[in-house]
């Protein structure tokens, strides 16, 4: 009951109306009918007769418009006795394709082209409206807030993982791409006209003691005398003797041969480093070898293969991924002040207020950066739009074939319902006007 009365409309009520007055009257004249044969000759106005004309041309004239608009979204109930008419009733789903690709036509080639829509950009002023807009202190909190949360989701929805290791690319083909002899180059210029050289050579000995009193090289030297050691003892049968006799009379001792060098190794070092003589000579002796190896062939070589060594062993992701978390998390990171519990505002959003006010300053002072900017705009809009209207026919077709009929039906329907019943109506008026219109031009004849 209640969808009855939900698709009842004034039209529907006006075609009853008509078929209840043509009932009445048809009786009346049936019932009188006697009294009615006479008048077929002279012009009469009867009111009975008259009421019958206008009821019965109304009738057929609400009934045809119902049946044509109905036939336009459905097969109409009357085709069930008269089959052969429904083969051109329900117009709309029978041609859903050409009516679909008429609309997406429509939409990109004769409401929404690529004309109207530049035209309708020139007359808008964008940053006229953004002025205008920010001139509110509400206004302006909200797109700070807005560009705020913007930043920050795009700042947590990075893959920094990927990103590290795009960057680790980039920058170990950017350092591949250095040329390292001419760097080193560089680097040896500098450090002789600062004096630096010294210190480099001053390191090197404190490493060169270092390296002598480690344990490491004790170990390495008492490894290497074993070896020595054991390689005599296979040498053969007097060797072994000799060795042997040795062992026995405590002249072959690799621990204290060992102590002995390691001795000889820290006095050396120690003498290198202390003593201006012999400092003096090892500064000579290591510029005469510089001099002699660096700018050969075989100095280039070195260096290649070490810079691409160094390019493949050396990881920079997990520093660099590690890098960009903590920028990321110092960014959206409130601050607070020192003994004061109210939270400053992150330094993202500090950010964003300084360059709001900045661009707002420029553009209120500055005509020339305006216009610039204006024209960029302008010109982002326009490609936004021009892209946009290459995608409206698609989006109109695929959003409505994707409608079922009934729901593409009762879209269309909805939006000239009101039109269709006024089209009715004025079937059932203009009906009801011819039918007097007959009714004088038969008393007339």
């Not at 089209?423 to 007339?444: D, E, H, S």
Request: one cysteine or more; a positive charge; proline letters at 2%.
């Amino acid at each position: 009951m209640h969808s009855w009365k939900k698709h009842w409309t004034y039209a529907d009520s006006a075609f009853l109306a008509a078929g209840l007055v043509y009932l009445l009257f048809l009786y009346l004249r049936l019932h009188y009918a006697g009294q009615y044969m006479g008048h077929l000759g002279e012009l009469n106005w009867d009111w009975l007769v008259l009421g019958y004309y206008m009821a019965e041309a109304a009738l057929v004239g609400s009934f045809a418009d119902w049946f044509a608009v109905t036939a336009v979204f459905e097969v109409p109930w009357i085709c069930r006795l008269l089959p052969f008419m429904a083969k051109h009733t329900a117009i709309l789903p029978r041609s859903r394709e050409g009516f679909v690709r008429g609309c997406s036509k429509m939409v990109q080639q004769e409401f929404l082209t690529k004309k109207t829509l530049l035209l309708q950009k020139k007359q808008l002023v964008l940053l006229d409206k953004l002025l205008a807009y920010l001139e509110k202190p509400q206004n302006k909190a909200r797109l700070q807030g807005l560009l705020t949360d913007f930043a920050e989701g795009v700042l947590h929805k990075l893959d920094t993982l990927a990103l590290s290791r795009q960057l680790e690319g980039k920058i170990k083909t950017a350092l591949a791409d250095v040329e390292a002899n001419t760097e080193l180059d560089k680097l040896f210029k500098a450090l002789v006209a600062q004096r630096r050289d010294e210190q480099c050579y001053a390191w090197l000995l404190q490493q060169l003691v270092a390296l002598a009193e480690a344990p490491a090289t004790r170990q390495r030297v008492h490894s290497e005398l074993q070896k020595q050691v054991e390689q005599r003892s296979s040498e053969g049968l007097w060797s072994s003797l000799k060795l042997w006799a040795a062992k026995k009379l405590d002249v072959v001792n690799v621990d204290d041969a060992t102590d002995a060098v390691c001795r000889a190794l820290v006095a050396t070092a120690h003498r290198l480093q202390d003593d201006k003589q012999w400092r003096c000579w090892l500064y000579a002796q290591l510029q005469r070898v510089v001099t002699s190896v660096y700018g050969t062939e075989q100095w280039r070589t070195l260096v290649q293969s070490l810079q691409q060594r160094a390019l493949h062993d050396i990881s920079l992701q997990p520093a660099l991924q590690q890098l960009l978390d903590n920028m990321i998390k110092a960014l959206c990171r409130p601050q607070t002040r020192e003994g004061s519990a109210v939270a400053r505002p992150t330094i993202l959003q500090q950010a964003i207020v300084e360059a709001l006010e900045a661009i707002e300053t420029d553009l209120r002072s500055n005509a020339q950066f305006k216009a610039k900017a204006e024209a960029y705009l302008q010109h982002i809009l326009g490609l936004g739009l021009l892209q946009a209207q290459t995608m409206l026919g698609d989006i109109v077709e695929r959003i409505l074939q994707a409608m079922a009929d009934e729901r593409l039906t009762e879209m269309v329907r909805s939006k000239v319902d009101t039109d269709m019943q006024r089209i009715r109506l004025n079937g059932t008026v203009m009906g009801a006007f011819l039918g007097a219109i007959f009714y004088l031009l038969k008393c007339a004849w």
